[in-house]
């Protein structure tokens, strides 16, 4: 057995099929964390709502989400949500006008992404709420702010120093679940290193190539996440962050959870 | 002769002597009657907090609180802008009554919006200053008038220079709360409050969380508000400023007023036998 070097740099640079799966991996990890955000803040809210039908759909959104598979969630809104709707099926090939990367089974794999990330970021966000001291709400009450603007501008800016570390450790997480999408035939990274070692036997290099490009998109990320984490220590008088080598070298602390597809 | 232990705290802070000038004079309370509090009942579980508390305090006048720890005087006050629900009676501001609805002689808790319209009205300072950290000092100040208020942004900003100003603190605009010592981020606190022109001042044992040091640059603030004639409330320990600037102390004790009399009677010829102990203890 050797290792084709050769056949690496071929695929890896083999740009008119790595592009396009970078960009529909990139995309759909962006989109469903964005998703993931959205739900998860409405979540977190709800999940606080004195109205027991409210907090009761929060917290069984969170249950449901957090205690099955996301490989499952995937398949089951691909393949079971079609068999509920009857004849219309919410994801073909392609949507018409929309461009051909973002197909019936991109749309899936995102909204169950998406959905999945909810959950857990529901939870990352409660724990953010609750790490503002309670004296804080108090004083923007006192001065005749409403609930509402009482947690979009003191609460929730403050909950977000603790909510962006473990945040941009989901993201980091979301890049590389997108894999899975593979399974239900979106062409992203692991489809087209699959696609390649089918047709040469050589599944070692382009194994290799994909692991290459996700620790890129990683790397980069956490360049971002640590500029990100900057901006919200603003007048918060801590310790020097961890430095980027350190971070990246780490095992995740002090992350509610880490790593693995769930 | 005892002199007022408030004297021993010296302080170089220059406190102006116009300080509401910073918000276009002594904002005015509606009637004569500021703060009407009757019978006032609050139990915590079991805890009977509050027990027929009554009191009234009139426009321009400062009453003090005062009381041993656990007493609920801190429970009052915070009931008076609704941080604290009551399970009985009446508190009015401005003739307002805060919190509630009356429904058929009933109580029933006001939507929260409501509730914060009255609190506009109402300017508190918390023992822990309860600064926003994200927020520079002058940031502190324009919040609430320019988000509640709508006073548009150049506006607010003017304002909460003079209110800085004022309280000695116009070098620091820019100064996040982590970068202000205790007495300075107290001095924003009170500015911040006072920017909404507020008809009531409420005050929860505002220099209990400060190095000796730093007390009277607080307390000359607190004393310039009183003498400009700021309708106060204030919690504390200070004995010096209660004698000095208070129209009226009240003292409270397991949840009741046990004794309310002016500062010259209440120091030299308590009535109450807990006052008279209290007083023996802190004196």
């Not at chain 2, 509640?148 to 070098?171: D, F, H, T, Y």
């Not at chain 2, 129209?247 to 006052?275: L, N, Q, W, Y």
């Amino acid at each position: 057995m050797q290792f084709d070097t050769t056949e690496l740099i071929s695929f890896m640079t083999n740009w008119s099929v790595i592009l396009p799966a970078l960009l529909t991996t990139v995309l759909m990890a962006i989109l469903a964390q964005v998703l993931g955000i959205a739900l998860g803040l409405v979540a977190a809210l709800a999940g606080r709502s004195r109205n027991a039908l409210v907090h009761g759909i929060a917290a069984v959104y969170v249950w449901i989400f957090r205690g099955t598979p996301v490989l499952v969630q995937i398949l089951l809104l691909y393949f079971g949500v079609p068999v509920l709707l009857g004849g219309i099926d919410p994801f073909p090939t392609t949507y018409g006008s929309l461009p051909g990367l973002i197909g019936g089974a991109f749309v899936a794999a995102t909204l169950a992404l998406g959905v999945n990330e909810g959950a857990y970021m529901s939870e990352i966000i409660r724990a953010g709420i609750l790490s503002v001291d309670s004296g804080q709400a108090e004083a923007a009450k006192s001065l005749g702010m409403t609930p509402r603007k009482t947690m979009s501008r003191i609460v929730l800016p403050q909950a977000m120093r603790v909510i962006v570390p473990p945040l941009g450790n989901e993201f980091n997480n979301m890049l590389k679940t997108t894999s899975l999408a593979s399974v239900i035939t979106v062409t992203e990274l692991v489809m087209v290193a699959e696609m390649r070692y089918a047709g040469t036997f050589k599944p070692f290099e382009p194994l290799v190539g994909i692991s290459l490009y996700y620790l890129a998109m990683t790397t980069i990320w956490g360049v971002i996440q640590s500029r990100i984490e900057r901006k919200f220590g603003a007048g918060m008088n801590r310790n020097e962050e961890a430095g980027f080598w350190s971070r990246m070298l780490s095992m995740s602390r002090g992350a509610p959870h880490s790593g693995g597809v769930r | 002769m005892t002199e007022p232990t408030g004297h021993v705290h010296g302080t170089d802070v220059q406190v102006s002597h116009d300080l509401l000038g910073a918000i276009g004079g002594v904002p005015r309370p509606s009637g004569d009657v500021v703060v009407e509090a009757t019978d006032v009942n609050k139990w915590f579980g079991k805890l009977h907090v509050l027990q027929d508390v009554s009191l009234q305090v009139k426009r321009q006048e400062v009453v003090v609180i005062l009381g041993p720890s656990g007493s609920g005087k801190t429970t009052f006050i915070r009931c008076v802008n609704h941080l604290e629900k009551i399970q009985q009676g009446r508190i009015f501001v401005n003739g307002r009554l805060i919190g509630y609805r009356e429904v058929n002689g009933k109580l029933v808790e006001d939507k929260e919006a409501n509730i914060a319209v009255q609190r506009q009205e109402i300017g508190m300072v918390f023992q822990r200053f309860n600064l926003f950290p994200h927020k520079t000092a002058l940031e502190n100040i324009i919040e609430a008038p320019t988000q509640v208020r709508g006073m548009g942004k150049a506006e607010a900003l003017e304002m909460g220079q003079a209110l800085l100003a004022r309280v000695g603190l116009a070098n620091k605009a820019a100064a996040y709360p982590s970068q202000l010592s205790g007495g300075q981020q107290q001095r924003v606190a009170i500015a911040r409050a006072l920017a909404m022109k507020p008809a009531l001042m409420l005050f929860d044992e505002p220099t209990s969380a400060l190095d000796p040091e730093m007390i009277g640059e607080v307390l000359e603030v607190m004393k310039e508000l009183a003498r400009e004639g700021m309708t106060m409330i204030v919690v504390t320990h200070e004995m010096g400023f209660a004698r000095e600037v208070g129209d009226r102390v009240v003292m409270m004790d397991e949840g009741r007023i046990v004794e309310e009399a002016t500062p010259e009677t209440f120091f030299s010829h308590p009535t109450h036998e807990r006052t008279k102990s209290f007083l023996a203890k802190i004196l």
